[in-house]
């Protein structure tokens, strides 16, 4: 139901009726019906959210909201993003109605927002758009299933008012706790982490971390995951059932292991409540309370039983979850677990060296449909680290907040430094497995087909042993590794103009080589176009190396992400008209190169220029014997006019992309009867505080009869110049799904 472009009608749910009464003669028939039952259900609480929509009429307004601050506030580089529940809300005198729950960002100024806080505030509202490109983070579906249905800013917090509500006492505690331990581990490099196995809030991880983790696989240690979860309650099962079997305290009527699975489960609904109840740990808790439900009521159930009913209760209460990675991973590896947990009598570390093994190849399809990457240390690194944060850290952090709400904090502060010092003497083992360049596996979306056989084949490699023929199960892996996406041949341009918001990025493939012309905008310390957006694309695409790497001019919103592309991929050359980033080669005029049939030209800027300017920005013209396009970043209309005066014709494309962004300042009426373009491609961000492009020069291109094309309503535009004419596809159309806004 995820995939679909537009909502089902719940009328469709007539449709399990016949099938639900063909069910009392053959229980066969209960699959159509819990497949027609789940679509229905997902569909119902999918157009709940979708109708708690923020009214296009009120996008940009002066709003006044009173409501509460619904989540631990996160630090950014220019002050605090939050969720926050809105009671009601007003425009002038009039009341309106909003989404129920939205996200905040506050610039850092002398209030510092907190957990459950309430407050009147005067706010500016947008509808949630995000960026939409090939192997890119779908944002807006993130949103979706956070529940939240609008985004703005903070312009005046008006009021501190009452805050009595129960229901953010535990973001209260969370909160605390955090408070605490920051102030037990003053600048330890390793707080920010110890702070995340404590209440799942990551704001102190730096990034230089996150590569750590990401790169040797041991990113889900951090969070609190279902693994924290099973080891937290299996702790208190034990503990209990042997406080509870202590002589003098046994009681008749409670036989000790049903008091262990209580403590077990009340200890794992606890760790929970700290993580905020994401997808891991409602997996975790789930399985958890069919496990100890079953000691209780004192029957067995098979593992399949368990994880198929903690399957259906997560979905049933979010349906959403499967949007989220860690929803198929948490139930991939237990299922995996399962499969391979059976009798063997090789010692423990044998064991526990296979699993980690025998996880990484079972998640295999997954990982590379969900993140196009693969740790190939992670099984050694997992290995290692898995003890050390499940059975010390984990077990410290948490002795470390009972001491401290019992006012034992010196205690505490000790049970955390420890925790810290034994992250300490880890991280430099992780550090240098996560080193070297082959470490990670990078590899493109597989087709559809291609993941069915990786899963096929990792079933057949974890089969049991003693089965013949398990090694044909790494035949059928072999399609998902080697299977190339498409490409253009000999002569063709495929151009993708992608979605950076205000900002530029475009990518120009030939059949053998890639250009990158600008790479978007930097948006934080911790987030930039070229690590989110260009980096995937390039590698849904197949992209290993880039050929050359042209970086307009130095504003941020076209070379924010240079740094995280040149650390990520091997780019041949550079060429820029900012000395500080073209450490190889300036960009002048007349410079020009052929690849694959196709000719690439630098038009701007003259020799001699200072590259401190809009106006000597990179131009380059792309020519093929299938169509031209001209990329004039930000120039305007001064150097548009030198153009006109030096090229004449040769100025002539078919394709433009909008100069600045479709300021006023640029676009002026003889560049385009010049360029005399068919259509004319807008790089904007979604209501950007420019008001690009402006509306003179939308009617310009409108009476020239322009085509326009703009990356908010169209995500990612890939041009396809070839014999049979130019194709083009908009990315937010073609992979149109339910939630995207319109």
Same mark, same amino acid.
């Given at each position: ?77 220019? /002050? ?189 609904? /606890? ?86 093994? @025998? ?201 924010? /992400?240079?740094?995280?592309?040149? @650390? ?175």
């Amino acid at each position: 139901m995820q995939q679909l472009a537009e909502l089902p009608s719940l009328h469709w749910g007539w449709l399990a009726l016949p099938p639900l009464l063909l069910a009392w003669w053959r229980p066969v028939f209960l699959v159509p019906v819990f497949l027609i039952a789940g679509i229905v259900w997902a569909s119902w609480r999918a157009d709940v959210l979708l109708t708690d929509e923020l009214p296009r009429s009120l996008e940009g307004a002066d709003l006044v909201i009173e409501g509460s601050v619904a989540d631990l506030p996160q630090v950014t580089d220019y /002050g605090y993003r939050f969720p926050f529940d809105v009671h009601n809300s007003r425009d002038h005198d009039r009341e309106v109605k909003i989404p129920a729950r939205i996200l905040l960002s506050a610039r850092r100024g002398e209030i510092v927002p907190r957990a459950g806080e309430s407050w009147r505030l005067q706010v500016r509202l947008k509808r949630p758009h995000g960026f939409q490109n090939p192997g890119g983070f779908d944002y807006e579906a993130y949103l979706l299933r956070q529940g939240i249905r609008a985004r703005g800013n903070v312009r005046a917090w008006q009021q501190r008012l009452p805050s009595a509500s129960p229901r953010y006492a535990v973001d209260r505690v969370r909160e605390a706790i955090g408070e605490r331990m920051r102030a037990a581990l003053p600048d330890h490099p390793q707080a920010g982490i110890v702070e995340a196995l404590a209440n799942g809030h990551a704001r102190g991880i730096e990034r230089r971390q996150w590569d750590v983790l990401r790169r040797t696989g041991t990113l889900h240690l951090v969070a609190i995951s279902g693994l924290h979860i099973s080891l937290v309650a299996a702790i208190a099962f034990f503990i209990g059932r042997w406080l509870w079997s202590l002589p003098g305290r046994t009681v008749l009527w409670l036989p000790a292991q049903q008091a262990g699975a209580i403590a077990g489960f009340m200890a794992a609904a /606890g760790y929970a409540a700290l993580a905020g109840f994401v997808v891991p740990t409602q997996r975790a808790l789930i399985m958890a309370a069919v496990v100890f439900g079953a000691l209780l009521w004192r029957r067995r159930f098979a593992s399949t039983q368990v994880l198929a009913a903690a399957l259906l209760a997560v979905l049933w209460y979010d349906p959403l979850a499967v949007h989220a990675p860690g929803f198929w991973l948490s139930f991939a590896a237990v299922a995996v677990i399962f499969l391979v947990m059976q009798e063997d009598d090789r010692a423990w570390w044998k064991r526990w060296i296979s699993l980690q093994w @025998a996880i990484a190849i079972g998640l295999l399809p997954i990982t590379l449909v969900l993140f196009q990457q693969i740790s190939l240390v992670g099984p050694v690194a997992n290995t290692l680290a898995i003890p050390v944060f499940d059975l010390l850290c984990v077990p410290l952090v948490l002795a470390g907040i009972a001491l401290s709400g019992v006012g034992l904090e010196t205690l505490a502060s000790l049970a955390w430094q420890a925790a810290a010092g034994l992250l300490n003497l880890l991280w430099p083992i992780l550090e240098w497995l996560s080193a070297p360049s082959w470490g990670q596996w990078w590899q493109h979306q597989p087709p559809a087909w291609a993941t069915v056989c990786a899963i096929v084949g990792v079933l057949l490699l974890l089969a049991p042993r003693g089965m013949p023929g398990r090694w044909v199960g790494a035949v059928w892996l072999l399609p998902v590794l080697l299977v190339r996406p498409p490409g253009p041949a000999a002569g063709e341009v495929w151009m993708t103009l992608l979605d950076v918001g205000q900002g530029l990025a475009v990518v120009v493939r030939t059949q053998h080589r890639t250009v990158v012309f600008d790479t978007g905008p930097r948006y934080s310390s911790n987030f930039d176009a070229g690590e989110s957006v260009v980096l995937p694309y390039l590698r849904q695409t197949g992209v290993r190396r880039i050929d050359r790497l042209v970086v307009s001019h130095g504003d941020r919103d076209h070379a924010g /992400g240079v740094e995280s592309l040149l @650390a990520a991929l091997p780019v041949d050359r550079v060429m820029s008209s900012v000395p500080a980033i073209a450490s190889h080669e300036r960009c002048v005029a007349g410079q020009h190169w052929s690849w694959d049939d196709v000719r690439f030209e630098i038009l701007n800027p003259p020799a001699g220029a200072s590259g401190g300017h809009n106006n000597d920005s990179c131009v380059l013209m792309i020519v093929s014997r299938h169509g031209r396009v001209l990329l004039p970043a930000d120039i305007e209309k001064k150097t548009e006019r030198w153009l006109v005066e030096t090229l004449g014709r040769g100025l002539q494309a078919d394709v433009l992309v909008a100069p600045h962004h479709g300021s006023r300042t640029s676009s002026s009426q003889r560049f385009l009867e010049t360029v005399r373009p068919r259509l004319v491609l807008i790089p904007v961000g979604y209501r950007n505080a420019y008001r690009h492009p402006h509306p003179t020069v939308v009617e310009r291109y409108r009476a020239l009869g322009i085509r326009q094309l703009d990356s908010p309503a169209g995500g990612a535009i890939e041009l396809r110049l070839r014999a049979d004419g130019m194709e083009t596809r908009l990315y937010r159309i073609d992979q149109r799904r339910y939630w995207f806004d319109r």
